[in-house]
């Protein structure tokens, strides 16, 4: 699993400073994870094939967080995309849309679909063989969701050395791997646990911006691999993050520490700040394995 | 007046090939004709003043000339604005625009104007005491609109060898300017046209994107001092430019011929072409005074 960042900054977005909008490649897939304007820019410059995209995942409402996705759908158009597109996000981002392509009598080309959000409480919106999307609900000016982004257990994995041992046929590794006990040519029982090893751990990741510090979410993102979590201010505005409904370092650090977090991934930085180091020193405290989000940075989970 | 290119490419935005924005220094205003997504970046990076912008004329409502709307009103807003704004584009916009603020719950702090257009004809938008804004009913896949800049009739210049000569008093020079006759302290009555000279023949500019060829906008456009009319495509491409309602760089080039412009500008420029000199080479055997937009350049008129 992957995370790029292809923008983080809050509010306007400026020459060097974009606006919110990551990719995370996970079991095959290429999720977009909000698109503020000039994500199709940003894409190509980290050279993402754009037809790799076909789910794309809004929070909320506010420009910085997808200002660009009518521009991208356009221009998946334009590109003589064929493929499905789904966008998950806010109720309201289909009216918003197809109003758009509709006075500008420009259909998409390929099938676009819009999946509505409204819950309150945390919901199920993607899954297929090897991964979960679950909604995380955040506390902000309006209805926002952050995204878990869970892989189910993978299945067994073999243990050369016994395999070689026992001289297992090939034919039996998928049961092996499925967990099933096996019986040998020469009747010799063999134990599942005996010749495979347990699965490697399912990875998760953990995105939430935009929110006010809010430990209700922490139960939802317990002992992720990865939390990105906003930090708009810093503790000097602490008040303004409160009216605002964004978060400090510190705070973000805490709901890091309180869910027991791997990594803690900062970013929204309000663009006040010259200094983004100053982020880190606050965080530290509460949480040591911190790292800044930058426009075009990756990390691997 | 000054003409700045912000953009001047079909389609989608690339790193180094903005959309269609234009901003048009004239008599104390900045108008900002189209917006595409970016727009406001690259405000920031010609450096011009963001609440000087006042009006904002949209052609039409495809994403290349009106995606970076939206973000630009938004962030006029995170700065604190409070002089209006107008916004003149077809009917349509003000519901694209509210939605998204409204669903963002996001309202302007200033006031904001919608100015819609329906009309067939070329009509009058915009006026003030030393210009007027006309649309030119252009012929494109969906309702659009050129624009007409035209500055009125100046006042007549004092003519500063006469005013030493007869010792004109300062009182005197606003009649004068305004073409009266006066009488001087001794009696001697001096004719306007023998101590002024001739106002400053007013300037005018014509914004033509998008439109298929069309001669019928050769009146409305007759001896503009600049026209900016797009070519999308080469000759090779003429056919695709018919279907598509786009222009070639020499159905641009007649179209200043036969109004008679002084100077034509192009733009709008397929991304298919990566060498542009063929547009000079494909226009200037209809009209000399051919130049080829590109952004961050600035025509003087």
Redo the contacts between chains.
């Keep these: 699993m992957k995370l790029n960042i292809l923008g983080c900054h809050s ?5 060097n400073a974009h606006t919110t909008s990551q990719v995370l490649e996970i079991k095959d897939h290429l999720f977009l994870i909000d698109c503020g ?2 994500t ?2 940003q894409l ?2 980290q050279q993402i094939k754009f037809s790799r995209i076909k789910h794309i995942f809004i929070s909320h ?3 910085d967080h997808f ?2 996705l ?2 991208l759908i ?2 998946f158009r ?1 590109l003589g995309r064929t493929a499905d597109l789904h966008v998950y996000g ?1 109720k ?1 981002i289909k ?2 849309i197809t ?2 392509l509709k ?4 259909w998409t080309n390929y099938n676009l679909f819009f999946h509505e959000l409204e819950g309150k409480e945390s919901e199920l919106i993607f899954e297929d063989d090897f991964l979960k999307v679950k909604t995380i609900p955040l506390d902000h ?2 209805y926002t969701n952050g995204f878990l982004f869970e892989e189910k257990m993978g299945l067994r994995r073999l243990n050369k050395e016994k395999i070689e041992q026992y001289n297992i046929a090939h034919y039996d590794f998928q049961n092996l791997k499925l967990g099933k006990d096996i019986v040998l040519e020469d009747s010799t029982e063999l134990i599942n646990s005996d010749v495979t090893l347990d699965p490697r751990a399912p990875k998760r990741y953990a995105f939430c911006s935009d929110t006010v510090y809010n430990e209700s979410i922490v139960p939802i993102i317990d002992e992720v691999d990865l939390l990105y979590h906003e930090a708009t201010f810093l503790d000097a505005h602490e008040n303004l993050a409160e009216k605002t409904k964004h978060s400090t370092a510190a705070q973000a650090a805490k709901i890091a520490q309180l869910a027991n977090a791997k990594r803690l991934v900062l970013g929204h930085f309000s663009s006040r700040y010259r200094d983004k180091s100053d982020f880190l020193k606050e965080a530290t405290p509460f949480f040591e394995a911190v790292d800044l989000a930058e426009d075009g940075k990756s990390f691997d989970i």
Tied chains: 1, 2.
């Design positions: 509010a306007t977005p400026l020459e304007e000039g199709q820019i190509r410059h409402l506010h420009g200002y660009g009518v521009g356009s221009t334009l806010p309201g009216e918003i109003l758009q006075l500008a009598n420009s000016r309006v």
